[in-house]
Structures are given as C-alpha cells and as structure tokens.
C-alpha cells in the first residue's frame, strides 16, 4: 500500500509539473499585447495639403502618454501634433514616385511603450488638375485638346512640381529681364532657336505667351519632331478668347508622347509681345504654316512651353 501511494504521489507531480511547462509555453506564444492594437493605416489622394490630419493617436498604455516618431520610409512625410498624426511635405506624397509611406510611432508612459505602426497608401489623381486650385473645375468640364486658360501662379506650380518637366521656348531669364516688351507684329508662325528642346517622348501640357492686343482668337500652340523650322504641326485647339499681356494655359488630355526631340511654336494672328537681346535668333513664316523660311535675329518672342516625359493625368 505504501508502495502504491508514492506511485501515485509521484504520479500527479510529474502530471502537474507537465501541464505547468504546457501553460508556459502558450504564455511566451502570446503576442505583446501592445504591438498592434492602435496601427495606423489609411489612403489619400496625393499631393495633399501640408498638416492634413492622417489619424488621431491612440494607446492602451495608461497614463499621460507621449508618442514619438521613430521611424519613416520617406524622410520629411509625417509630423505629430497635438491632433494626431499629420502630412508634413505634401510633396512626398506624389504617387509617380511612390505608393505608400511607411514608418513608426514609439508610445510611452515612462514604464511602458507599444508601438504603432504607419502605412499610407497615396492614391493616384490628374496631377495636373490637383495644382489647379482656381481652374480645376474648368480644367475637368474642358473637351479632349481644349486649352484652359489658368493662374500665372498654377503655371508656375506645374512647372516647379510636376516631375521630370521641361521649359521650351524663351528661357526664364528672357521672360523677366529688363528689357521693355516690344510689340512685333502677327498673322506669322514663329519659332525660337535655343538649347529649349524637348527630349524624346514629351507630352507638351501647358503654354504661356504675350499678348499685345485684346480678345484675341485663334493663336494656335505648334510643335515640330524635325528641327526649328518645322515642319510644324497643330497641338490641340486655338487658344479660346483672351487678352493683352501675359496669358496662361493647359491643354486637356495631352496623350501623344513627342516622336524624338520636340520644339516648340506659335502661330500669333495678332501683334505679340517681344523683348531685345543681342544674339538672339528665331524664325519664322507668314501665315498660319507649318514650314518657317525666314530667320531674325537679336528679338525674342514671348513664348514658353512645359512638357514632361512622364505622364501624369488621365
């Protein structure tokens, strides 16, 4: 008897010795209970305002809790404030480039921490269209070829912000010098002779030129795959109705890519604005034509084109 209650004596020890091996097992198998409870992860159009709210912070640590930021996949995306978790350069948020952004947020309260993890996937839209803060509901309603008059300021926009631009026709420093603006007179098709090329596959999308007269019709944006001379061909429709001075456009639904190196003209049926500038060349031919004969020299003719080699809108 004695025999058989230390049998079973040792018998239920070693059973609970087995199950208490068993239970700590499944412990050290238990996720840390504060790695994902309060992950962020959302989409948003790209380009979006800097300090638009992405999410507000949560935790389950209890206490006055402090978040930090500690990781992000692109250097610059996030900000953390007072409301929560924030777009800090909107810039990065541009979906050609990439299309999500990732990183990490460190919460504590002195003794404990739980981190929370980002993902954000960037949507993709018309970039064009998303720089257009005043034009963009004439951009949208504008047919296929349609050239929509915008902002000098939205011009400028696209050209600093949409990727992989190029400017064509007169040089930046050409549009600003000093130098009064003449008027040089219209019914020709003109083009300027410089190192403003277009590289190979551009889609041209906006244009901006000077106007000498009011209600002006029928300018017409012209681009030639050959040389300065041309031959020229139409790029969309004419211009719609504008006036004197400096005018700005876009074109709706650019979809055809430059077979090799582009370069860039107008047809001007009224007077249009020049500048002086010694060694300057351009040419040019009378009429709405798509062959440019004849040469001038030391004048500039206002015009300028932006086209990108990517292209970015529907």
Partial sequence: MKCNSLFLSLLMVFTLMACSSENNDDTNDDPDPFETTNDIARSIAEYPNSGTLLSSL???????????????????????????????????????????????????????????????????????????????????????????????SEYNDLANYLAMTTKSGALDSDLISPSSISSSAGNVTISTVNDQIMPDGSYLFAFKYYSWVNNSNNVQVKL????????????????????????????????????????????????????????????????????????????????????????QWD
């Fill in 224 to 311: 030639s795959e050959g040389n300065f001379s041309g031959p020229f061909e139409d790029v969309g429709m004419a211009f719609p109705e504008h006036d004197d001075e400096f005018n700005h456009f876009v074109i709706k639904g650019a979809d055809t890519p430059t077979d090799g190196e582009g370069y860039l003209g107008m047809y001007a049926p009224n007077n249009y604005g020049s500048k002086s500038k010694s060694g300057a060349q351009w040419l040019f031919g009378t009429g709405n034509t798509s062959i440019l004969p004849n040469s001038g020299t030391n004048f500039v003719p206002l015009y300028q084109g932006i086209s990108t080699t990517l292209k």
């Fill in 58 to 152: 949560t935790s389950d640590l209890s206490g006055e809790v402090n978040y930090t930021l500690t990781f992000e996949s692109v250097p610059g995306a996030f900000a953390i404030t007072t409301a929560g978790l924030t777009v800090a350069d909107w810039l990065v948020y541009d979906y050609e480039s990439r299309t999500n952004i990732t990183g990490t947020i460190e919460a504590s309260n002195g003794t404990e921490t739980e981190i929370l993890s980002i993902d954000i996937e960037i949507d993709n839209v018309d970039d064009i269209w998303a720089f257009l803060h005043t034009s963009g509901d004439a951009y949208l309603d504008a047919e296929p070829g349609e050239w929509v008059p915008i902002l000098e």
